[in-house]
């Protein structure tokens, strides 16, 4: 256009090859980001199933080195850095080449000048560099912290009956407020380096283009409209690896801190068993066999029990178990010595005092413990054992479904096992019999409830090998003479049994009689011989917790018996109420303060960009232009400013016309341009760091007030929420969810507000430039109106059937891995493997939808961007054949044109990243406002205190003091 001799087909020319060009670009980056994000779903799912297959293939005592919260953390946080290295790894090998590409073009445009630009850019690599560093040190950090906090709130919720009795809530609340404040010290150190990359690459360009053009113009160059706006582009295009390179360091470090700890849980040793049953499996004569047998539990303590739970000192002790039907005793327990020989049919009878063995012989028979010496064969090992645990780990599902475990369905097999259980009486009080949804970890039944259906389950397996861990110490004195003649005797009568217990009465039937002390067996031989020789504590020969066999606690339920419901979603947009909620938790002055911030940094930058303009454009007016001084003619210079995207935020308003006359002479006053563009430019830089370092502090001031109310709103719930509630669900809430209200929300609503502040100054820029396009605006604006609609929508409703469906994944890991060793003993790892891929199956189907989803939104986004370009190309070159404008605008109109793309589909993008990230608020504030809370205020305790023989005075006191609750004088 600068070129009057040029023909007008080559300016059709140059719009068509806009047209191609954009197009082609539209489908390559499309079809690349859809690969790139199926091979990431690929790797997840590969990720998830390897650790739950490595959870079901160790042993408790090798599991026992990681918390149920670290290995939902490798499910969960680990898995999405480590997915993020497809993305990550793809720029770190491109954004090297498109600096190359910028230098060589900016060489052509200002010569070496822009070396004082690239110099400065060079200068911040080492420090981008320490701050990657420290950012991934500061992540490993907060992973650990994050793990404990995981960890204790997983152990919280398993013991949550516990805490509520003692009243322990205060306390539980110390300690996990202690984790998190851990937590948000290196969050808060993330979050301020953050806003210190920010600040570089906000203010970045500016101070390079300051020292590029003060360079070029004291070397004695005249500075041309052409010049400075593809400079600045090519300026935008190095600055934009440049500030991402860091970033995607980061990303790699982070894949690969998260990588180094999924791998520590991966390389753990499996369990092989024929290397632990000493490679005689097959020759056994007898179903057991145990030779000098040496075992031990040398791993750390996986569960402590409930009374060393104590409120005083350091706080209450909730170790988390791997295996909530294991090892109680896992500790320094030692056995060996052991000789046994079983025969079929046989049953074995294992006494002796508390912590003196015996459960550990059934782990060893189990291959739960190492083996240190001797030998140990098993008959017929693919068959796996009857197992019934002492603590009795049930299923997340129906009466029936717990009891058939997977196995065909029989019902004559069925009746016999449930009257031998004695469970009839049972079943009829609960509201739908057989298929009565128990709680998790069967929290609603009784004691001696789920034992007997632990027992129930165990005998339907029809196995030829049965390990009774006292199964009888649950239950009063009659259920447990049922429980010995017609199960133990009766319906297992032909079977090989041992059966550890403290009530010797019934031993008299047993073929053996083994005596247990210190890990030894001190004496075996038949009943008649053992038991006249034997003295055990009283304490041992009690039963612990005797309770009624009619006892139930399915108060919960409805009448269908279904326990636990779907969850819930919200549907729609996010709730205003949500957006208040963070707003709230960001607090109001503060948040107003990030507004002011974002506005006035914003103004700066237009402002400087307007005194650009408005010194090239003076420049123009007084002939300073000259075309020979371009190495790019104007057609190829327009050509340029369409492959590189330019700085958006220019502001040519009407009110800011340039008027030739006002300065007769511009190039007296370089200096003057110079300097006043430096101090605008300078106050930009602060308004810019004032935005960043707010923005991260009312991320931080959110995540601690949300976090803080949940909590508080779970330990006060009541009871009837936990036994509806899977933990999974709660888990969900205190893991991922949390995860992304502490780190991607704020991170994409900063996005979010930068953008759409840009897009309004974009949007009258180009239609300044080139009013024609205010036409192809509208009927655009229209569509874009509608797709961006429909595609809210669309990704809201996956968001949450993504987090929905997440939750399972969850729920399913932490109840497989407490009940491991039943799972390994019946040989049901296979099916439960299957379950989790069907679960995760659930997940993957949402989370692809959700990809798909945007990928639409992104083809057809560049569509419009098609569209814009070729009609912005098309128009500017017949008005040029009307000559009706100015070249210099409409270069800059075409540069804005695919800046307005860009920024649309921005926004699309990261205000819908937004309202999916709000939908984690939503799950939160869903608990904090709506799961009921009990009654602390208004329950009264009495104290008693006796100021005179046969006298009584009651006072009234507050509840959940620390106080004595009574006093005696």
């Known amino acids: 256009m600068e070129n009057h001799s040029e023909p007008m087909s080559h300016g059709y020319l140059y719009a068509a090859g806009l047209f191609g060009s954009t197009l082609l670009g539209a489908l390559f980056s499309t079809h690349f980001n859809y690969l790139v994000q199926v091979v990431g779903l690929k790797i997840r799912a590969a990720i998830i199933t390897l650790i739950y297959s490595k959870s079901l293939s160790v042993n408790s005592v090798a599991l026992s080195q990681f918390s149920i919260g670290q290995v939902v953390n490798f499910m969960s946080t680990d898995t999405d850095r480590i997915v993020n290295f497809c993305p990550s790894f793809h720029q770190f090998w491109s954004l090297p080449f498109q600096i190359g590409v910028s230098l060589f073009l900016l060489y052509q445009q200002i010569g070496l000048a822009f070396l004082a630009g690239l110099g400065f850019a060079v200068l911040l690599i080492p420090i981008n560099r320490w701050i990657a560093i420290k950012i991934g040190n500061l992540s490993t950090d907060m992973m650990l912290q994050k793990d404990a906090r995981v960890k204790l709130m997983t152990e919280i919720l398993y013991g949550i009956k516990v805490i509520k009795f003692y009243a322990w809530e205060q306390q539980f609340t110390s300690r996990i407020s202690s984790l998190r404040e851990s937590e948000l010290k290196y969050l808060k150190g993330r979050k301020y380096l953050d806003a210190l990359c920010v600040y570089f690459w906000a203010t970045t360009p500016v101070l390079i283009s300051i020292l590029s053009f003060t360079t070029y113009s004291l070397l004695g160059n005249k500075l041309t409209a052409a010049k400075v706006f593809t400079s600045l582009a090519l300026f935008n295009m190095l600055i934009s690896p440049l500030n991402a390179f860091p970033w995607v360091i980061n990303g790699l470090m982070e894949a690969w801190v998260s990588l180094k700890r999924v791998n520590d849980f991966i390389e753990l040793e499996e369990l092989d068993w024929k290397k632990y049953y000493s490679g005689l499996t097959g020759t056994c004569a007898n179903p057991v066999v145990i030779c000098d047998g040496g075992f031990v539990w040398n791993g750390p303590s996986s569960l402590e029990s409930t009374s060393n739970m104590q409120p005083n000192g350091p706080g209450p002790s909730l170790v988390e178990t791997s295996n909530g039907d294991t090892h109680r005793h896992i500790g320094k327990l030692k056995l060996s010595g052991i000789n046994l020989n079983l025969k079929k049919g046989q049953l074995i009878g294992i006494i002796g005092k508390v912590g003196s063995g015996k459960s550990s012989l059934l782990h060893a028979v189990l291959a739960e413990m190492n083996r240190t010496g001797g030998h140990i064969c098993v008959e017929n090992l693919e068959e796996g054992f009857g197992y019934a645990a002492q603590e009795p780990w049930l299923q997340h599902a129906t009466v029936k479904d717990n009891i058939v475990f997977g196995q065909a369905y029989d019902d004559r097999k069925y009746e016999a096992v449930i009257e031998a259980c004695a469970l009839k009486e049972d079943l009829k009080t609960l509201p739908s019999g057989n298929n009565t949804e128990i709680g998790e970890n069967g929290m609603t039944l009784s004691g001696g409830q789920k034992s007997r259906i632990a027992l129930a389950r165990a005998i339907y397996q029809d196995k030829a090998l049965y390990l009774l861990d006292d199964p009888l110490a649950a239950v009063d004195a009659h259920v447990a003479h049922h429980l010995f003649y017609k199960c133990i005797m009766g319906i297992l009568q032909h079977k090989t049994r041992i059966l550890c217990t403290h009530q010797v009465k019934f031993l008299k039937h047993a073929d053996i009689v083994i005596v247990m002390n210190e890990g030894h067996i001190i004496n075996a031989g038949p009943p008649s011989e053992v038991l006249d020789s034997i003295y055990l504590d009283a304490a041992t020969t009690q039963h612990s917790s005797a309770e009624h066999s009619g006892e139930s606690d399915l108060s919960t339920e409805d009448d269908s018996g279904g326990l636990v419901q779907e969850e819930e979603k919200d549907v729609g947009v996010v709730k ?150 899977p933990i999974g669900r709660v888990l969900n809430r205190f893991s991922s969810d949390l995860y992304a209200i502490d780190d991607s929300l704020p991170f994409i609503m900063n996005i979010l507000l930068a953008q759409v502040y840009s897009v309004l100054g974009t949007i009258a820029v180009t239609c300044y430039g080139l009013p024609w396009f205010a036409v192809l605006l509208l009927p655009l604006g229209g569509i874009y109106y509608y797709i961006q609609n429909f595609y809210r929508k669309t990704s809201r409703e996956i968001k949450r059937i993504t987090s929905v469906t997440l939750s399972p994944i969850y729920a399913h890991f932490t109840e497989s891995v407490m009940g491991l060793t039943t799972i390994r003993a019946l040989r049901e790892r296979t099916r439960f493997k299957n379950e989790n891929m069907d679960k995760l199956e659930q997940n993957q189907r949402a989370q692809f939808a959700g990809y798909a989803a945007g990928q639409w939104l992104g083809i057809r986004l560049q569509m419009l961007g098609v569209a814009m370009v070729t009609g912005v190309a098309f128009i500017a070159v017949l008005e040029h054949h009307f000559q009706t404008v100015d070249p210099g605008l409409v270069g800059l109109a075409i540069s804005y044109a695919l800046s307005i793309t860009n920024l649309l589909n921005g926004v699309v993008t990261s205000f819908t990243e937004t309202e999916k990230q709000m939908v984690c608020v939503e799950r939160a504030v869903e608990y904090t406002e709506e799961v009921p809370s009990e009654k602390w205020k208004g329950i009264l305790q009495v104290t008693f205190s006796h100021h005179s023989p046969g006298s009584v005075s009651v006072q009234w006191q507050s509840p959940r003091q620390p106080q004595p609750y009574w006093q005696m004088e």
Not at 627 to 634: E, F, K, T, V
Request: glycine residues 6%; charged residues 10%.
């Open 576 to 725: 205003m109420k949500v957006y208040r909620a963070y707003l709230n938790a960001v607090g109001n002055v503060l948040a107003a303060a990030v507004l002011i911030a974002l506005l006035l940094m914003q103004a700066s930058r237009n402002i400087s960009d307007w005194w650009l303009s408005y010194w090239i454009s003076h420049s123009h007016h007084n002939g300073t232009v000259n075309n020979s001084s371009n190495p790019l003619n104007g057609s190829a210079a327009m050509f340029m400013q369409h492959v590189l995207v330019l700085q958006p935020d220019l502001d040519f308003r009407p009110g800011t016309a340039i008027n030739p006359m006002v300065i007769v002479n511009a190039e007296d006053n370089v200096t003057f341009y110079l300097t006043v563009y430096g101090i605008i430019a300078g106050t930009n830089t602060l308004f810019t760091l004032l935005r960043a370092f707010l923005f991260a502090y009312g991320g931080i001031c959110a995540a601690t007030v949300i976090h803080t109310k949940l909590l508080a709103r779970i330990l006060q719930a009541p009871m009837t929420f936990f036994d509806t509630t």
